[in-house]
């Protein structure tokens, strides 16, 4: 069903826009693409990653039961990303194009520092996507110094319509205030003429049936765009497969039902999408295995190297320091972890993903 429902997309036009000034800026960064753009999926690659993922903070204000940070003392595992750290990797790394600054933490804890990552990765035309809770959009006027920084998409995590729904899912949250916020930042961005903002739905049992109330209240909170992720993965761990697991309802969302809320969401002038978080690649052909170990890398807050967001820890999957990255990337244990996914020996921390492997206690 899913595969027949609108995904979640970016700007093309802003986005193509700025690959276009990247690569027509720089001749590494346009070597580095077409050398990926006409590589095929091989273990030991010749090009550098031409997407990353920066974990700015490790450290979290909410205790989602469904999120590995809920297992983590204080709600933090490491200590925050220094800006320079940020900036070596990105200078380092000639093929980025696109970046998605946020991990397992809430990034705008991360203060000026956050602000000042996303504001140097625009000045090089990297396509910046980032996630927040909005939790404190409204201290400091926080939410007009994430838009002043120009990134490219916000997300914006609402998981409850109503205050019993989203306070029992996003632990530690204040739903009138995370509403109040997204009204904030929707208001600034609409008084500039600006769509930044995307309001992220996790669909689980625990809202499931408040499935269509989701498509009023984006149209309340001056949302144009809505996502709904239609399963919970599991962090490359067992014990949070199996509870997520358990929570997943998209074999329980019909067609029809998709379909009314896509009607609904242009009765108001929201894009609605759907996104599948797992069981969305087949390790069978090369075509279908997952894209991350041969494009994208993921830096957790301390600098170490993690496959994925998916995982997103490097006490379940390290493959070293991102200071020496590139290193790193051409290393044997890449070169091995490649190789199993493209021989159809799906490593354990990655089976959750695929649709072809089982995954018992």
Not at 17 to 27: D, H, K, M, Q, V
Not at 132 to 156: C, G, M, W, Y
Not at 221 to 234: K, P
Not at 331 to 353: K, Q
């Amino acid at each position: 069903m899913i595969e027949n429902l609108p995904k979640p997309s970016p700007d093309m036009r802003e986005y193509e826009s700025e690959l276009s000034a990247i690569l027509s800026s720089s001749r590494s960064a346009r070597e580095n693409y077409e050398k990926y753009r006409h590589s095929e999926r091989v273990a030991d690659i010749k090009y550098e990653p031409i997407k990353m993922d920066f974990e700015n903070v490790s450290r979290c204000n909410f205790r989602c039961s469904k999120c590995q940070i809920s297992g983590w003392k204080g709600q933090k595992r490491a200590a925050d990303m220094a800006f320079h750290d940020f900036k070596e990797v990105i200078d380092s790394q000639h093929g980025l194009v696109e970046i998605k600054l946020q991990g397992m933490g809430e990034p705008v804890l991360g203060g000026k520092i956050f602000f000042r990552m996303i504001e140097y990765a625009r000045r090089k035309h990297i396509w910046v996507r980032t996630t927040t809770n909005a939790s404190i959009l409204h201290k400091h006027e926080n939410f007009r110094k994430l838009i002043d920084a120009d990134p490219n998409e916000v997300q914006i995590s609402i998981d409850g319509t109503s205050k019993e729904t989203f306070e029992r899912i996003r632990a530690g949250s204040n739903f009138e205030l995370v509403t109040q916020n997204c009204k904030l930042i929707n208001g600034y961005c609409n008084s500039l003429g600006l769509l930044k903002t995307r309001m992220w739905v996790c669909l689980q049992r625990e809202n499931f049936s408040e499935f269509l109330d989701f498509v009023k209240l984006a149209d309340e909170l001056g949302f144009h765009r809505l996502s709904f992720a239609l399963n919970l993965h599991g962090w490359g761990q067992m014990e949070y497969f199996n509870k997520n697991k358990a929570l997943s309802v998209d074999e329980e969302l019909s067609f029809d039902l998709a379909m009314e809320a896509i009607r609904l969401g242009r009765k108001f002038g929201i894009d609605v999408s759907f996104w599948n978080n797992v069981s969305k690649y087949d390790s069978k052909k090369r075509e279908t295995i997952c894209p991350w170990p041969f494009e994208r890398a993921y830096i957790s807050s301390d600098m170490r190297i993690v496959p994925c967001c998916m995982i997103a820890n490097p006490d379940i999957l390290d493959f070293g320091d991102a200071r020496d990255f590139l290193e790193r990337w051409h290393s044997r244990e890449y070169v091995e972890f490649r190789m199993a996914h493209l021989e159809g020996a799906v490593p354990d921390a990655c089976r959750g993903c695929y649709v072809d492997t089982e995954r018992e206690e």
